[in-house]
Structure formats: C-alpha cells, structure tokens
C-alpha cells in the first residue's frame, strides 16, 4: 500500500515524557486506519526527506498508510503545534528536529509545553550539518571563508530554515568563534534556502546533509566541511570545522518521531516496535547513510531524556550567543 504525502490534512499529535493512561475497553485494533506524520518544515529539508525512507516501510509493516502531512511555518512550530493539539490515539504524529529543544528557550509564546505536551516514540537519526556555499563564493576552504567574511562584515549572508534553527544557531556559533560578521537570513525551510542559495541571492547555509548532499553531488553548490565532532560517512573527505580552523566548534542535529501526551502506553510500544525495526532494516540504514543520517533507534524514555538535556543544552548556548527571536 504506498504511502501519501499532504499538505492540507489539519491533523498531528506529539509527545516527550512518556504519559501513559488506561485505553477506553472494546476499540479496535491499533492501528484500525491510515496515519499522519506531519512533517513541520517545507517539502525537501531533511524532515521530509527522511520520512519518504521511512514511510513505505511502516506502511508496509503496519498494514496502514503512512500519510507525510507538510505543515511549514515558524521555525516548526506550526506542525508541531498542531501534532500536540491532536487526539491521543497515535494516529497523528510529528517528526521533530532537534530545534524543537532550541524553540522551548527562544519562544517564550510557544503555544504548547516542549516536554509535557508530547509524548517520545523514537529518536529517527543523527546528522552534521554541511558549511555549504554558492559556487561563484571565492571560498575553498573554512579558513579562506573566515578571511572573506571578514573582508565583507555585514555584507556576507548566510541562510537557515528559520529564527532559532539549527542553521541559525551554527552561525551564531561560527561567528562567535571565528570572530566574523555575517548576515542571517531566515527562511521557511531548508528547500527555501537552497533555492536562493542556488540562485545567488544568499552567499551560503549551514544546512543539513539530508537536503544539501544531491546539490554537493551534481555542482550546484560546494561543501567546505561539516559541523559535527567527526567527519560524515556521506561526506568522508570533508574536514569538520573545528579540524579546518575553528577549534571548539561543534553543531549536530538529530530527528525524532512524537505524538501528543497521554497516547495509551501499548500504542506507544507498537509504534516504537515498527519505527525500531524500520531503522534497523540495511536498505533504509543505507538511504539514511547516503544522505548523511546515522539512524539511532531508542525507547520513547531514552528519548525524552535527550529532548530534556537538550533543553538544557540550548539555553546556555542560546544566552552565551545572544541570538534572539526578534529581529
């Protein structure tokens, strides 16, 4: 049964702290119908990407349709608000990236509670980001890239998939530790991104290796290096960018499937079950691989202890960095 992607269902459901209660008695099977993940960023970005892997494979294992339902729009917080608004049933979901743990400190009108409005499924995978630039950039290099910015302060623009991304907080970082000057501009999602990145109308992004590797590969933009603490297995010539100049500097980013608190606790157990297997299958641990994602299956409680240390993460870098919501 394939698998359908949308952009106009009204329906999710997300979950961090695993919040069990008691299922009414006498309902059918789990799952009786088709169900929704939404996607919290445009068509493209590694959301999107890493659910068309995974969503014939659990359409597969759970004899239902996996619908990929596209809800872009503040940073991520316009699916997953809507993920955490939905029946506690398990048959709404969303796939989070890790800036849902940057959001809970930098909005403070976040219109729903990062931890107790969710309840954890799986953390997906695990990824670098890629320092990626247009072509016409005379940068070969992290360490020539830092000498033209610069050279251009406040003239060099770099691109993100929103105010408080992981993109955008790469940047500050960079900035910060490479004693540069850029331009931030905030887009909808990383496809947004790419196209004017590809375009010329932005100079450069820190985007992620799921939306950026096909560009790297056919020439329409060129990679300086990767933000992680080790090289990429998609990208294994790419230097990270602490080795290529800019000691202490490390930005990754994971992805993690959620529903809205309370999903009954046996639920929570099949879904995790399927999304397990599904990562573990070496088809999809290759696709995941080639588009730079290490997939990391946990326990919804391995999970929601990760959201919960990020949280705490985030907000030291966030106040160290200065980055604020308003512009």
């Known amino acids: 049964m394939p698998f359908l992607h949308s952009s106009r269902i009204a329906l999710a459901a997300v979950s ?15 799952p ?34 996996i619908i990929i339902d596209t809800r872009a729009g503040a940073n991520g917080v316009i699916g997953t608000d809507i993920a955490a608004k939905s029946a506690p049933d398990g048959y709404t979901l969303v796939l989070i990236p890790s800036g849902h743990t940057v959001n809970a400190t930098l909005n403070s009108r976040l219109p729903y509670d990062s931890i107790r409005d969710f309840t954890t499924i799986t953390l997906v995978g695990a990824s670098s980001l890629v320092v990626a630039v247009h072509p016409s950039v005379p940068a070969r290099s992290v360490k020539e890239l830092i000498a033209l910015a610069r050279a251009r302060p406040e003239q060099f623009t770099y691109g993100s998939a929103g105010i408080g991304s992981s993109g955008h907080l790469a940047g500050a970082m960079f900035e910060t530790l490479a004693g ?89 157990e099949r879904l995790n079950a399927e999304f397990v297997a599904a990562l573990k299958l070496a088809d ?22 990760i959201i919960v240390a990020d949280i705490e993460r985030w907000a030291r870098v966030i106040k160290r960095a200065g980055v604020t919501i308003d512009q």
């Open 16 to 30: 961090v702290l695993p919040l069990w209660h008691t299922p009414l008695q006498a309902q059918p099977a789990f």
């Open 32 to 65: 009786a119908k088709a169900i929704r993940i939404i996607s919290p960023f445009a068509a493209g970005g590694g959301n999107d990407t890493i659910l068309r892997i995974l969503a014939p494979k659990l359409t597969e294992s759970l004899k239902q349709q």
């Open 180 to 268: 540069t000057k850029m331009v931030h501009v905030p887009y909808k999602g990383m496809s947004l991104v790419l196209t004017d990145l590809m375009g010329g109308q932005v100079s450069m992004t820190f985007g992620t290796s799921a939306s950026v590797v096909q560009h790297l590969k056919s020439g329409r933009l060129r990679a300086l290096a990767v933000t992680g603490a080790r090289r990429s297995s998609a990208l294994p010539d790419l230097p990270t960018v602490a080795e290529a100049g800019v000691p202490g500097f490390e930005a990754s980013l994971w992805y993690g499937a959620v529903g809205p608190a309370r999903i009954p606790r046996e639920i929570v």
């Open 284 to 305: 999809v641990r290759e696709r995941l691989a080639s588009q730079g994602v290490e997939a990391r299956p946990t326990t919804p409680e391995e999970f929601a202890r």
